[in-house]
């Protein structure tokens, strides 16, 4: 070390600088060690922690026509993406999706959007084809009632019907691919999707409905919006 110089002088160099240290600039090779070269690595990383911007999430208790909902609340760090399921007979529709940000004084959005899958009902089996086709609606804002507060949307009855048209053999593949460890199972289900509701015993009929509910969570940051979670519930199908 030259006379003078001190540790914290040699690692405050410029990231390219110390990366470059770690290799011989004429002979084109390694000059130092790996360990070295690492940890140069490392230093220009940008961190991947990052502050948290919403450190909780919840849905409050809602009565609708014919339907409750008891209420959710997440647990510990807000993932990103966190999926919901929720029981026989919850809907989210019209509750109110109260956020709890980390930082107090900025806008936040919430944006929600369907998908639906395509359910074949035997009166009371079903089989849920949610790995298939879906209709997906556009974004659609939700109301805000307060600076954190909003009010999930009600789909209208064309959201709710909406799904991609398809041909027979289509669908047969898609059936065969769902129960595919089952063929005998397949096989029943096909046929009573064959004969319709004319069939005496367990009629098949295909309907589409509602699979997925997305809650987008916004933040405005330098006149952008920009998304920080989204939350996923999953309705039960077929009933």
């Known amino acids: 070390m030259e006379p003078g110089r001190t540790a914290s002088a040699t690692n405050a160099r410029p990231c390219g600088t110390r990366i ?13 060690s790996w360990p070295l070269l690492l940890w140069a690595l490392l230093a220009c990383a940008p961190s991947a922690v990052q502050a948290q911007d919403l450190t909780g999430l919840r849905v409050l208790p809602h009565a609708g026509a ?24 919850d809907e989210v529709y019209g509750a109110t999706l109260q956020l709890q940000p980390a930082h107090a004084g900025e806008t936040w959005r919430v944006r929600v959007q369907y998908e639906t899958s395509l359910v074949l009902s035997a009166g009371g089996p079903h089989l849920d084809l949610t790995d298939w086709k879906h209709c997906v609606s556009e974004w659609e804002p939700a109301a805000r009632t307060g600076p954190v507060s909003f009010v999930l949307p009600t789909p209208t009855p064309e959201q709710q019907a909406c799904f991609p048209d398809y041909t027979p053999a289509e669908l047969e593949r898609a059936v065969r691919e769902a129960v595919m460890d089952d063929p005998a199972q397949a096989d029943r289900w096909l046929q009573g999707l064959r004969a319709g509701p004319a069939a005496k015993d367990s009629p098949v009929s295909p309907f589409a409905g509602i699979s997925a509910v997305r809650a987008r969570i916004e933040v405005l940051r330098k006149g952008g919006w920009v998304a920080v979670a989204t939350l996923t519930f999953l309705p039960p199908m077929g009933c």
């Open 66 to 89: 014919g339907s409750t909902f008891s209420g959710w609340q997440s647990e510990g760090e807000v993932p990103s993406a966190l999926d919901v399921p929720l029981d026989l007979g």
């Open 20 to 32: 470059a240290v770690a290799f011989d600039a004429a002979a084109g090779r390694l000059s130092r």
